[in-house]
């Protein structure tokens, strides 16, 4: 395996570090500022502002591998590993960019799954950065990291379909400008496999019985501009032309969709612990307590060194995750995507906690990124499956092949 930076990937990075240097780290506060002193479901300026410069920059859709295609700027996804870390030292940096959930993923299922019609309909004005998307699956009622147990019907009425159920965590569907939803559910309740009852379908937000009724909070955030909210479908009819790639795909889909999406998390989440690192570093040197620099304080040195170790070993991971789906397909890197999805939140966690208490109170206050960061990381130890789910199953495989 080889991880040096082609010459293709040196230059977007550079240009990528030197875009946030000069327009995404030094705009935080004013995001943030603009989201609480306006429409909080709506787009800050600064965001729209970033993005028509990152796409003269040439900094758009990178996330799309290059085997999609005319839809693809032409990046493996090893190449876009170290892009992702970068966009991800920053929350919502990635949007700048076009390369942010769950637009990612579901842009892939359209452009992998989707008619034609679908396509021109939805993918392009995503790829265009002109609308939002959200992604309906899990559900409050029912164990959803067993995704057979959703229960919102799919029910077939002539040249329609029909939805009825409630979902929440729909990421994405609080946004004004989200237009269209990816929702899991089932057309064949009672048939004979689990894994073939369900099926995807598009829903446009503004459809009759589409009802946002809350957006969901993580440790008291609630996300906005885009937010997580609980959505209920009383009696939703969409065009049976609506359905992705036919009944009983669902579960093929969001296994298509699920495996480039975890492995994107984990990239941005080495980019947000590699930057707590920093932090701490910088805290730890300038801060003085009991006459001397937290930096010459044994623990400290000790939770630097810890963490130092634990992102290269995250990185190093993924990257290895990635260049496997490159070379033999997302399905004969399961494993390895499964490894990394365990290992890169818990990683996140540990790092981002210890820069915390390194910062004292300052850590949990608004007045660094540390504290969201956390929540965020935290939600995606449940976010694309549970740990335990990812590690059931890697267990199974391992035990199976060995024996």
């Excluded at 900094?59 to 876009?80: A, R, V």
């Excluded at 998307?133 to 029909?162: C, H, K, L, Q």
């Excluded at 946002?212 to 996300?223: A, C, S, T």
Aim: aromatic content about 6%; proline content about 5%.
């Amino acid at each position: 395996m080889d991880f040096e930076f082609s010459a293709k990937v040196e230059g977007l990075r550079e240009t990528l570090v030197r875009f946030m240097d000069e327009h995404v780290y030094p705009n935080e506060a004013a995001f943030w500022e603009q989201v609480e002193s306006g429409d909080r479901w709506e787009p800050p300026a600064i965001l729209e502002a970033l993005k028509s410069k990152a796409q003269q920059a040439g900094l758009w859709n990178l996330f799309l591998p290059k085997t999609y295609g005319e839809f693809s700027p032409g990046l493996s996804n090893l190449e876009y590993a170290p892009l992702a870390e970068i966009m991800g030292r920053v929350t919502w940096a990635p949007e700048v960019f076009n390369c942010s959930a769950p637009d990612t993923g579901n842009m892939e299922v359209l452009a992998r799954y989707g008619s034609p019609a679908q396509q021109e309909k939805w993918l392009v004005p995503l790829l265009n950065g002109e609308i939002r998307s959200a992604f309906a699956m899990t559900e409050p009622g029912v164990a959803s990291s067993d995704a057979t147990n959703i229960e919102t019907s799919i029910v077939r009425d002539g040249d329609d379909y029909v939805l009825n159920g409630r979902k929440w965590w729909t990421s994405g569907a609080c946004g004004n400008h989200a237009k269209i939803l990816i929702v899991m559910g089932k057309t064949d309740p009672d048939g004979a496999s689990r894994h073939r009852q369900q099926s995807m379908i598009l829903v446009p937000l503004a459809t009759e019985g589409v009802n946002v009724l809350r957006p969901m909070r993580v440790f008291g955030y609630d996300d906005a501009p885009e937010g997580h909210a609980e959505v209920e479908f009383d009696n939703v009819r969409v065009p049976a032309d609506n359905l992705l790639l036919g009944e009983g795909r669902g579960f093929e889909i969001a296994q298509g969709r699920l495996g480039p999406g975890r492995i994107h998390h984990c990239m941005r989440l080495i980019g947000v612990a590699q930057r707590a690192l920093e932090a701490m570093c910088v805290r730890a040197e300038s801060r003085v307590a009991f006459g001397r620099t937290l930096a010459k304080q044994q623990s400290v040195r000790e939770d630097i060194a810890r963490s130092a170790c634990e992102i290269e070993q995250a990185r190093l991971l993924t990257l290895k995750a990635a260049d496997r789906m490159d070379k033999g397909g997302n399905k004969a890197a399961k494993d390895l995507i499964a490894m990394i999805k365990i290992v890169a939140p818990a990683m996140a966690c540990r790092v981002l906690d210890r820069a915390i208490q390194i910062h004292g109170g300052a850590g949990v206050s608004q007045d660094f990124f540390l504290a969201r960061a956390y929540a965020h990381a935290r939600t995606l130890r449940l976010a694309d499956g549970p740990d335990e789910v990812h590690m059931m199953q890697l267990g199974r495989n391992l035990a199976a092949m060995h024996a």
